[in-house]
């Protein structure tokens, strides 16, 4: 079996454990399906993340130990020859939505929504990958076009006839709205630092205009650099996030660069972790944005200049997922100095660096809804800490599962329902008992839910600590 992901760090997982039960074949990936102890932790509704599909279904073959009982079926020859193309395996696999709450959660710290990307990474290999797979993964790359892309949404939401025509074609929900991109792009400041290892390189910035960065003192390295990771939903969907995200850094004393392109590099095509790509399976085109990405953070990390991002789902890929792909010692490196904007103002609030004060907010109390990712691995901590820093600000964090969009998962026509299932569990429940509260959500696809599930708008905290900003220390 040709593994996708770099299996190797379970390379002694169940050695000599008569219990283990790892099955016939698979090498590694098999030792870590056969991490699961069959506690069944996974089959209680405690408070946490895990497992919303069993949540909402009360099945136990819907729980991460019930899809390890079909992928140990699979892995010994029980379905077949092509057993990871099995249709009892698909049936097992297809509502794990990847929310990583069993990796923090389990006891053993099953790993189903890594083992989750092998099993679509070894069916798409059997099967092919399907159009709407196509087309969803390949989002990042499709904005490119996005005028053009931006209207045929605004015109398929607005029209309910096709719709349905893309349902049945496509198999995207004629129930569901499309995000749809903004009207305009996140604009770029002009670049005020430059490592010195490419001072004599061109960059682009995002309004396509070339810079070529000369030797004055802005293009000296400082402790107060700090690289902005403009994610694809940020940058086409979101841009005030970003917006406020700089403002915010900046306003804090710190000299903000945004990630880009190199010229030579498709500088058009905005940098991208590959998320999408990896969710569904699609590894290589995954490593290919991935190794892009190194590249143009190469300076970056021999500096040691931190990397900040919007996006629990993209900048934690870079934490974990990266590590997966057979990149080396760069994605190790990454993976260590890459933050959420959160982290990192609570990180260095700790170290008395971020000084800036805030004002108070004429808001009711905030609901707060965690990101599935932050939440397993422990990132709410530093969401409170920040939070904290806003005087006589009232906020409780929602005791909430994953809220069921989960990328593309919540726009697919056999998933739409479960989807806002999910949601209904808990979240939604807890935003209408609260209709006068802000809602402060850092996941686009945790907005998106929202949005669609009470008909109103979250926020992301770069835009709360923008609003606390003090008038007077506003750019």
């Given at each position: ?244 995200a700089h403002q915010v850094l900046t306003a804090a004393g710190y000299r903000v660069t945004t990630l880009q392109a190199l010229v030579g590099d498709e500088p058009e095509r905005a940098l991208c972790c590959g998320r999408t790509y990896l969710s569904l399976g699609q590894v290589e085109l995954a490593r290919r944005d991935a190794r892009r ?183």
């Open positions: 079996m040709k593994h996708h992901l770099d299996w190797s760090s379970y390379e002694t997982a169940g050695q000599g454990d008569a219990y283990a039960g790892i099955p016939a074949t698979g090498g590694d990936f098999a030792k870590a399906v056969a991490v699961c102890i069959s506690e069944k932790l996974c089959q209680r509704m405690p408070k946490g993340v895990m497992c919303p599909s069993f949540r909402v279904t009360n099945d136990a073959a819907h729980s991460p130990g019930g899809r390890v009982v079909a992928l140990k079926a699979a892995l010994n020859g029980e379905f077949g020859g092509d057993a990871l193309a099995d249709p009892r395996l698909a049936a097992a696999m297809e509502l794990c939505v990847g929310c990583k709450g069993c990796k923090r959660e389990c006891a053993n710290q099953v790993d189903m929504a890594a083992i989750k990307i092998e099993y679509q990474a070894q069916r798409n290999t059997y099967l092919g990958i399907s159009f709407r797979d196509w087309l969803m993964a390949g989002l990042p790359r499709i904005l490119r076009y996005r005028r053009i892309l931006r209207s045929l949404i605004r015109l398929r939401n607005r029209t309910p006839w096709l719709a349905k025509l893309g349902e049945h074609f496509m198999g995207i929900s004629a129930k569901r709205q499309l995000p749809e991109p903004a009207v305009a792009l996140y604009s770029a400041p002009s670049i005020p630092f430059v490592p010195s290892a490419l001072r004599s390189k061109v960059y682009r910035s995002m309004d396509g205009v070339d810079a070529v960065p000369d030797n004055s003192v802005q293009n000296e390295a400082s402790d107060r650099d700090v690289i902005l990771f403009v994610d694809t939903f940020a940058l086409h969907f979101e841009p005030e996030i970003a917006q406020a990405m190194q590249a143009a953070l190469r300076p970056a990390l021999a500096a040691g200049t931190p990397i900040v991002g919007l996006e629990p789902s993209c900048i934690l890929s870079l934490r974990d997922d990266h590590l997966k792909l057979g990149l080396g010692e760069e994605a190790v490196a990454l993976a260590k100095q890459v933050y959420l904007f959160e982290e990192f103002i609570a990180k260095e609030h700790d170290r008395k660096r971020f000084t800036l004060e805030f004002s108070p907010l004429a808001r009711s109390k905030t609901l707060v809804h965690g990101h599935c990712h932050q939440k397993a691995v422990g990132a709410m901590k530093s969401l409170r800490k920040v939070l904290r820093l806003i005087p006589e600000f009232e906020f409780d964090f929602i005791e909430a599962s994953c809220c069921g969009m989960a990328g593309s998962f919540g726009l697919e026509v056999e998933h739409a329902d479960i989807s806002m299932q999910m949601a209904e569990l808990e979240l939604l429940p807890a935003l209408r008992a609260a209709p006068d509260a802000t809602i402060l959500a850092n996941g686009f696809s945790c907005r998106h839910q929202i949005r669609e599930g009470v008909d109103r708008q979250p926020v992301h905290v770069a835009m709360l600590l923008r609003d606390a900003i003090p008038k007077e220390q506003t750019c």
